[in-house]
């Protein structure tokens, strides 16, 4: 069975700085992509930043670019999500997804979820 498990939410004041971690198990296939979407209240989950495992391959949403950095440690199957200059706007809850083959933009594509983390960010 494949599970995510996310830390590392919480509440910071704008310009500060958070580091998720998503910790993966349970996999079987060789070339994955884990990363995060986020969603608001009353908001569609938006993708934020993926990465392949098979070359480290990356994908950022434009408003996060030069601000959010992702990495992964494969040996320890762990990705991390580190946030910098963050802004109001990035208040959500953040979930981890890992699919198998290529990145995907689009929630549909990923099979597996992360029960979600909160993140706050105050003005």
């Known amino acids: 069975e494949v599970q995510l498990v996310e830390s590392g939410g919480g509440l910071v004041q704008a310009g500060g700085s958070l580091r998720l971690s998503c910790a993966a198990s349970?996999?079987?296939?060789?070339?994955?992509?884990i990363g995060w979407f986020r969603q608001g209240t009353g908001k569609e989950r938006a993708g934020v930043s993926f990465?392949?495992?098979?070359?480290?391959?990356?994908w950022y949403k434009d408003s996060v670019k030069g601000r959010f950095t992702i990495s992964s440690d494969n040996a320890k199957r762990t990705v991390y999500l580190e946030m910098n200059s963050l802004k109001p706007e990035d208040t959500d809850v953040y979930y981890c997804?890992?699919?198998?083959?290529?990145?995907?933009?689009?929630?549909?594509?990923?099979?597996?979820w992360g029960q979600g983390t909160q993140v706050t960010v105050s003005s």
């Open positions: 990465i392949r495992s098979s070359d480290g391959s990356t």
């Open positions: 997804v890992a699919k198998s083959g290529g990145i995907a933009t689009m929630t549909f594509f990923y099979h597996y």
């Open positions: 349970g996999f079987t296939f060789d070339d994955y992509s």
